[in-house]
């Protein structure tokens, strides 16, 4: 895996370390499956208890799923016999011509596993991030394949998910799944930066809707870089699986500083600033959008993992100090639990580590539970599913 590293340092050290005119009253909205005023939805057929209708029509009418249908495959790959890679795993490749392509150009793709699961994980990548103060992001899609690691690995029998489906997203655009620009930076002798991560994850989600549309439960779960893009594009997920019991799990991606002006105009991610919620024009954070979200998904679960002095994330709040980092997770997630207790829950370790989806997976515990128990007690929607912070 190669990161671009050019630094400039501005007056503030920004240092992005995250993991190194229709008329639709009657119609689908454009390919989300989501029906606008066309009253109540027919009750599914298979058995299972339908869910809480979602109203995503603000993100809708802001292009969320603006790319979802844009690019085809340029090519496809089968994977087998490489270690460390589930074998079977299936590689779709893009031309970077059709959109999809990694922040300095490399080609990007997307791999995917067919188990024959009814359920499906979407799993994100996690590895930094491209601003003009610092930039320091992974350059290529990596690896080809399904990892065997943590949540990745079919092959270990207390993995939760591990008969699961699997569609993973390799991480490359520099913009934590969320951009839609083209930046031109006159101080970058690199050149224009393409943050394209909105397309990357429309063109992986397509994959996804071709091979799995059935899908009864999915689980988006993404680890640093890879947890902010689970922010983004939850909603997005939800539109395209209306009926699925959707569970979220955020590793070490809490939305942190990704709201500032400066970093919304040079990725383009303001279509995540719905007009009607005033408080997400104007934080720093993403964790008004997250309370926004779940308002306006009431079958959504949440999930987030972190440790109190996360060494990675704990930079990127313009600090190195711990007091003020325990007091910003604390006060930003302290808000969100409060106002979803039942639908979002925390997981916070004592320490500085940084991830736990792929290391640490059995071994980060608290009160002798691990991160992939109490993964599994979420999608369970089991009593169990408590908050565990040390």
């Known amino acids: 895996m190669r990161c671009s590293s050019a630094t400039r340092l501005g007056p503030l050290a920004l240092v992005l370390l995250l993991g190194c005119g229709e008329d639709e009253a009657e119609t689908p909205d454009r390919r989300s499956g989501v029906t606008r005023d066309a009253g109540p939805d027919p009750q599914p057929d298979s058995g299972r208890a339908p869910q809480p209708a979602a109203d995503l029509d ?26 460390g890679i589930a074998d079977g795993s299936l590689v779709y490749d893009f031309d970077p011509g059709d959109g999809p392509v990694c922040f300095r150009g490399a080609p990007f793709h997307v791999s995917m596993l067919d188990q024959g699961s009814k ?3 979407i799993y994100l990548q996690g590895g930094g991030a491209c601003l003009s103060l610092i930039c320091q992001a992974t350059l290529e899609a990596s690896p080809r394949g399904v990892p065997l690691r943590g949540v990745l690995d079919v092959t270990d029998p207390d993995n939760p998910v591990a008969e699961w489906n699997v569609l993973y997203v390799p991480y490359c655009d520099g913009s934590v799944f969320s951009g839609d620009n083209d930046f031109e930076d006159p101080s970058d002798a690199q050149g224009v ?7 990357n994850f429309s063109a992986a989600l397509d994959r996804a809707l071709e091979h799995f549309p059935d899908a009864e439960k999915v689980l988006l779960a993404g680890s640093s870089a890879g947890g902010w893009g689970t922010v983004y594009h939850r909603a997005l997920v939800r539109s395209q699986y209306p009926d699925a019991e959707l569970t979220v799990m955020n590793d070490a991606g809490i939305g942190f500083s990704t709201n500032l002006n400066l970093v919304v ?32 998904d009431p079958g959504t679960v949440v999930g987030d993992f972190s440790s109190w002095e996360d060494s990675v994330i704990m930079r990127f709040t313009f600090s190195t100090d711990p007091a003020a980092f325990r007091m910003l997770l604390a006060a930003e997630t302290d808000a969100t639990a409060a106002a979803f207790p039942d639908r979002y829950k925390r997981f916070i370790v004592e320490g500085s580590a940084h991830t736990s989806l792929q290391t640490g997976f059995h071994d980060t515990q608290i009160d002798g539970v691990s991160i992939a128990q109490w993964l599994g007690l979420m999608i369970a929607r089991d009593p169990g599913w408590v908050e565990l912070i040390e």
């Open 119 to 121: 359920n499906l994980l």
């Open 265 to 296: 105009g040079e990725w383009g991610s303001q279509r995540y600033r719905p007009p009607s919620c005033a408080a997400c024009q104007t934080h720093a954070h993403m964790t008004e959008f997250v309370r926004y979200v779940l308002e306006h």
């Open 193 to 199: 930066r393409l943050h394209h991560g909105q397309r």
């Open 58 to 83: 603000e993100l809708l009418d802001l292009g969320i799923d603006e790319f979802l249908g844009a690019a085809q495959p340029s090519g496809s790959e089968m994977i087998s016999g490489v270690s």
